[in-house]
């Protein structure tokens, strides 16, 4: 079975660039996270999807960064304009299925990262 | 958030030795996962243990919910178990994000 795909695996750019990130999920995975993980920090998550829909995206600086799932597979993360601060590494995870709904019972699904993008903004 | 603390956050073994991680977090959590990240960046699962004991090989875990801990014990280390060891969780009231710690950073020596 495939794993989670990302592209590209490296990206420098300068400051006030715009740039975007590509993941594909596990086939067969509702549920799409990006992680943004900065040296020497554990990963945090910036947005999560449900097929097309989002779920959370309580992390994501949305003055400068976008993200899509327009078909309920993959998935396009953008930084524009791109912050010295913005230099880390963006990964992309999958699960099986929905995230818990409110009030509802907590499903218990396992996710997979793929191989992370590392982004330098000089 | 829930808060997540590993330690230690350093380890530095020979080859041959063993270790124990520790992972405490600080509220009930349903879900919680092991990684190794390798020197190339790539998080590998190890464990998907809200609770209770796993082995894999070299490997095993064990998860105590309520006791919020969580440790993972690494046998006979080897060389290419360098690397970071993640310990996330998801709390019990939230969509599903996993919260990571900080890590800990084990090195092998031959």
């Known amino acids: 079975e495939a794993g989670v795909a990302q592209s590209p695996r490296y990206k420098i750019i300068e400051k006030r660039q715009s740039v975007a990130f590509w993941c594909n999920p596990i086939s067969g995975h509702a549920t799409l996270y990006w992680y943004q993980q900065i040296l020497g920090q554990g990963p945090k998550l910036l947005i999560q999807f449900q097929n097309n829909g989002v779920v959370d995206d309580s992390q994501l600086p949305k003055d400068r960064f976008s993200a899509e799932r327009l078909k309920g597979v993959d998935s396009t993360l953008k930084i524009q304009p791109a912050k010295l601060e913005d230099s880390a590494v963006y990964l992309c995870?999958?699960?099986?299925?929905?995230?818990?709904?409110?009030?509802?019972?907590?499903?218990?699904?396992?996710?997979?990262f793929g191989p992370g993008t590392r982004l330098t903004v000089t | 958030g829930i808060q997540v603390e590993q330690s230690p956050p350093d380890l530095i073994l020979q080859e041959g030795a063993n270790s124990t991680l520790r992972c405490n977090f600080s509220d009930s959590v349903n879900n919680l996962q092991w990684f190794h990240q390798n020197p190339w960046g790539q998080l590998i699962n190890l464990f998907y243990?809200?609770?209770g004991t796993k082995q894999n090989g070299r490997l095993s875990a064990t998860t105590v919910a309520t006791e919020r801990y969580s440790l993972l014990y690494i046998s006979s280390s080897q060389t290419t178990d360098s690397g970071v060891y993640f310990c996330a969780v998801v709390g019990g009231s939230t969509l599903g994000r996993l919260y990571f710690g900080r890590g800990t950073q084990l090195t092998v020596w031959p």
């Open positions: 995870a999958s699960s099986f299925g929905p995230p818990q709904l409110a009030g509802g019972p907590m499903p218990v699904y396992e996710q997979y």
């Open positions: 243990i809200p609770s």
